[in-house]
C-alpha cells in the first residue's frame, strides 16, 4: 500500500471545476449569480454543497424554499453516488466546468433519495464500507474496529483529511500475509447507455467474483468477464 | 468516450400501489393465498441462478419490532429495498411517517434503490438471502 500512496493522493484530490446555476423558474427576488466550485471526485453532492445552498437561498424568500436537489441536463444527480461518479457517467465528455443546475422545489421522488441531514449520508457512506468489508473480511475488520475508528473514516472524508481517513482505511485494504488477497473483491460496474450496449437504464451492479482467479487479472479482464459493455468501475 | 445517455434516471418504482404486490411478493406457507401466477415456494427443482427471476428471503425481525407472520418470501430480483421497506410497513400496518431499516447480514444497511437480486447473489447462502428489519437503526 505504501508504494501506492501517490496513486491514493492523486486520487484522493481529484477534483472538478463545476459551475452551478439556478434553475430558471425558481422565484428570487434579485437575479442569483452563477457559483463555482471545485467538488472533490471521493465526496458527496450533498456533504460538499453548503454554500452552494447558502448562495442561492440569500436571494430567495423562505417560503420558496425546500430542499435543494441538483440536476444535469434534465437528469436528476443522485447524491449517494461519488461526485466522480456522476461525473464520469453523465458529462465526462463534455467541455469543463461541469454546468450542474440547482433545484429548491419539485423533488423528484421517484428518482433521488431524500437527504435532510449530513448524518443521512454519514449512514449511506459507513454501509457502503461495512457492505465491501463484508466481502473482503466476512466483517471482521470492520466489526473490530471501535466506534471511534468509525467516526474517524466518516470525519477524514467529511473534513478532506487524507491522512486522517486512510489512517483507518488502510486496515480495511489489508489482508493476512498467508492469503494472497481478499476473499472476495467488491467493485460496482454502472453503465450509461452507449452505441455497443442499448440498455435505456444505469444499472448498479454488485458481482462477486472469486479472488483466487481474480488475483492476477486486469480491471479490462475483469469488465470482459462480466460481459458487459462498460463506462466506469466503481 | 461518447456516449448517449437518457435524459432521466427511472428507479424502479420505489412505492407499489395496492394491487401490484400481491403480483411481486409472494409469501411461502401452507395457508391459501390469493392465487398469484408468480408464485413460487421454496426447495423445488427450480435451477438456482440467473434463470430463476425470484429469490427467497426470509425476513427477521429485530427487538421489539413487530414480527411478521409469514416470514419467507419469494421476490422479484428487480424488487428494490425500498420496496420491500415499503411492502413490509404496508404488511405490519406500520404508518408511512414511521421509519424501517434493513440490514444484511446484521451489519449493513443496503441503499434503498439497491435491488434484491443482486444482494443475494453477493450475500444470500443456502438457497435465501436473510433480512433483519428494525424499526429503529440496529447496526447504523
Not at chain 1, 79 to 96: C, M, N
Not at chain 1, 211 to 234: A, C, D, M, P, R
Request: overall charge negative; proline content about 7%.
Amino acid at each position: 500500500m505504501t508504494d501506492d500512496k501517490d496513486v491514493l493522493r492523486d486520487v484522493w484530490f481529484g477534483r472538478i471545476p463545476t459551475c452551478f446555476t439556478l434553475y430558471q423558474d425558481e422565484i428570487t427576488e434579485r437575479e442569483a449569480e452563477p457559483y463555482y466550485l471545485l467538488l472533490p471526485r471521493v465526496s458527496y453532492l450533498t456533504l460538499v454543497t453548503d454554500k452552494v445552498k447558502k448562495h442561492f437561498q440569500k436571494v430567495m424568500r423562505q417560503e420558496d424554499i425546500s430542499e435543494i436537489w441538483f440536476e444535469y441536463e434534465g437528469t436528476p444527480l443522485k447524491w449517494h453516488y461519488p461526485i466522480g461518479l456522476l461525473f464520469d457517467l453523465l458529462a465526462s465528455s463534455s467541455a469543463l466546468p461541469w454546468n450542474i443546475t440547482v433545484h429548491f422545489k419539485s423533488f423528484p421522488e421517484k428518482d433521488l433519495l431524500h437527504c435532510p441531514s449530513k448524518d443521512v449520508i454519514e449512514a449511506h457512506f459507513m454501509s457502503c464500507v461495512k457492505e465491501a468489508d463484508a466481502l473482503k473480511h466476512k466483517s471482521q475488520v470492520i466489526n473490530e474496529m471501535q466506534k471511534k475508528d468509525h467516526k474517524q473514516l466518516w470525519m477524514g472524508l467529511q473534513n478532506d483529511r487524507f491522512d486522517q481517513f486512510w489512517a483507518i482505511n488502510r486496515k480495511l485494504m489489508e489482508y493476512p500475509a498467508e492469503e494472497n488477497g481478499f476473499r472476495y473483491i467488491p467493485f460496482r460496474i454502472y453503465q450509461a447507455s452507449g452505441i455497443l450496449v442499448p440498455q435505456p437504464e444505469i444499472e448498479p451492479m454488485l458481482p462477486v467474483v472469486e479472488v483466487q482467479s481474480l488475483n492476477h487479472w486486469t480491471i479490462v479482464e475483469v469488465l470482459k468477464f462480466t460481459l458487459l459493455g462498460v463506462l466506469l468501475i466503481f | 468516450m461518447a456516449e448517449e445517455q437518457e435524459s432521466t434516471l427511472l428507479l424502479p418504482p420505489s412505492t407499489a400501489p395496492e394491487a401490484e404486490v400481491p403480483a411481486e411478493v409472494s409469501p411461502e406457507t401452507a395457508t391459501p393465498e390469493p392465487p398469484s401466477s408468480a408464485a413460487v415456494s421454496p426447495g423445488t427443482e427450480e435451477p438456482v441462478g440467473d434463470t430463476k427471476k425470484k429469490i427467497d428471503i426470509l425476513l427477521k425481525a429485530v427487538g421489539d419490532t413487530p414480527i411478521m407472520k409469514t416470514k419467507k418470501w419469494a421476490v422479484e430480483r428487480t424488487r428494490t429495498i425500498q420496496g420491500l421497506i415499503d411492502f413490509i410497513k404496508k404488511f405490519l400496518k406500520l404508518v408511512a411517517s414511521e421509519q424501517l431499516f434493513i440490514y444484511v447480514n446484521q451489519s449493513f444497511a443496503p441503499s434503498p434503490d439497491q435491488e434484491v437480486g443482486t444482494l443475494y447473489e453477493c450475500f444470500g447462502s443456502d438457497g435465501k438471502l436473510v433480512l433483519h428489519y428494525c424499526k429503529s437503526q440496529a447496526w447504523g
